[in-house]
């Protein structure tokens, strides 16, 4: 572990290879030990971050999955989405697990807020969307797309407004009430959106960082080692993911650095999480989904319900030219394969390698194990055909598989 860590450098990005929920908040809870600032950098409530520690299962959607550690100080960037009422939920319920995270809770001032009524469009667009090609994003309905429309319309409220008086708020939103219920057909309870404000500022007003830019670089620049756990997932990023079915944020390595205002050359190395085999939620092109059968299967041993939603994930297999496409944004270092022992039960594992001249995905079909891995810890304890799959996705992205989980629990873990 220690020739791993050093090998991570003083700022570590943690960033999907795929279409999320590829288990990023596990690696990052093991690594946030390590490390003393934890930054989650853009995206919203959208998010489901689950790690499970003494049997007990945790979800955070905004807290950054390191937040369990003491001592830590958690960052939430410029670039995210916060829906107040959510993140206050998420603090709430830390404190009844004997977790007092206020005082270690930095908030961005510039970092959008997501009210009610950006969730209330984020449903009415959906329906719009149905109504006109048929064709709905599958959004997670937190109100992610509106606020950052919003955001780019340079009409949004951010965490900075937490600042203001009743009335101005009042006003604030007042009036853009006119607007969103004629253009969207939605009604805004003004005064639930302002009291959402106000109670959040109770309790917050001391960990808004209205110089989030300079007490990071500060933090950088005094040598403090720096963990960012990235949201979402590279094929869900706004410009580079299968668009439109994508998410509205940056999801990238630099689009974290970006978010969080951090220079490039900060990023010391980046942990590019890969499910051992593949899912998506919401619609789009997914290349390599199995078909029902095995899908089913998949989906059964692996638990693959969405965090946030609970909807059902579509479920298929690990696709090479995908993760070797997420590895040139973002200059990946090492990999976390995680899940490796959802596979146990499988006769054969296929793995998509490229693409034939009719477009469809050309397979290779490794052999399955047949055997339990779940819980192992040492990476030659695995059977010789885990270990044959590993040094195949390593040989076929010239990266190190440095973490390989192999259950649910945070000590489930291969670290080599
Ligand atoms: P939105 O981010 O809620 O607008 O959803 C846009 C697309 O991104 C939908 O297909 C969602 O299912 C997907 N998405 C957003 N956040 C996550 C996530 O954390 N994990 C997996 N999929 C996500």
């Not at 149905?130 to 409220?157: E, F, H, N, V």
């Not at 900060?266 to 199995?290: H, M, N, Q």
Request: with cysteine; proline share 4%; aromatic share 6%.
């Amino acid at each position: 572990m220690e020739k791993l860590l050093s090998s991570l450098g003083q700022v570590s990005a943690i960033i999907g290879a795929q279409w999320g929920d590829e288990g990023k908040g596990k690696v990052t809870d093991i690594l946030s030990e390590h490390f003393q600032v934890i930054a989650r950098a853009s995206g919203g409530a959208n998010a489901g971050h689950t790690i499970v520690v003494n049997g007990k299962k945790h979800v955070f959607h905004l807290l950054p999955s390191g937040c369990l550690h003491e001592g830590k100080k958690i960052f939430l960037g410029g670039g995210m989405v916060i829906h107040l009422p959510t993140l206050l939920g998420e603090i709430e319920l830390l404190r009844q697990s004997g977790v007092d995270i206020v005082p270690r809770l930095r908030i961005a001032s510039h970092a959008h807020l997501v009210m009610d009524f950006h969730k209330d469009i984020d449903a009415a667009l959906e329906e719009m969307r149905s109504q006109g090609t048929g064709s709905k994003l599958g959004t997670t309905k937190r109100g992610i797309g509106p606020a950052y429309m919003d955001k780019a319309g340079r009409t949004g409220l951010r965490v900075e407004h937490l600042e203001m008086d009743e009335k101005v708020l009042r006003e604030i939103i007042e009036g853009k009430a006119g607007f969103i219920e004629s253009t969207y057909g939605v009604s805004v309870n003004v005064k639930q959106e302002v009291k959402n404000i106000l109670d959040a500022k109770e309790t917050l007003w001391q960990s808004i960082a209205y110089e989030a830019v300079s007490e990071l670089y500060d933090n950088y620049a005094n040598g403090q080692t720096i963990l960012i756990e990235g949201a979402q997932a590279t094929l869900l990023d706004i410009d580079h993911g299968t668009y439109p079915y994508v998410t509205s944020s940056t999801t990238t390595a630099t689009g974290a650095l970006h978010a969080l205002g951090l220079p490039p050359q900060s990023l010391s190395s980046c942990i590019g999480v890969v499910k051992a085999y593949c899912t998506r939620v919401g619609s789009g092109p997914f290349f390599t989904e199995a078909p029902e059968e095995d899908a089913n299967r998949l989906r059964e041993r692996g638990g693959e319900y969405g965090a946030t939603t609970g909807r059902p994930r579509r479920c298929g297999w690990l696709n090479l030219p995908d993760v070797q496409y997420a590895t040139m944004i973002n200059g990946y270092t090492h990999w976390n394969l995680t899940k490796l022992d959802v596979l146990d039960e499988e006769e054969n594992i296929p793995i998509g390698v490229g693409y034939g001249q009719d477009g469809q995905v050309v397979y290779e079909n490794l052999p399955g194990w047949k055997v339990s891995t779940a819980g192992i810890k040492e990476f030659e304890e695995l059977p010789s055909q885990a270990q044959q799959y590993i040094h195949f996705i390593e040989e076929h992205t010239g990266l190190p598989v440095s973490f390989i989980g192999t259950g649910q629990g945070r000590k489930e873990m291969i670290i080599r």
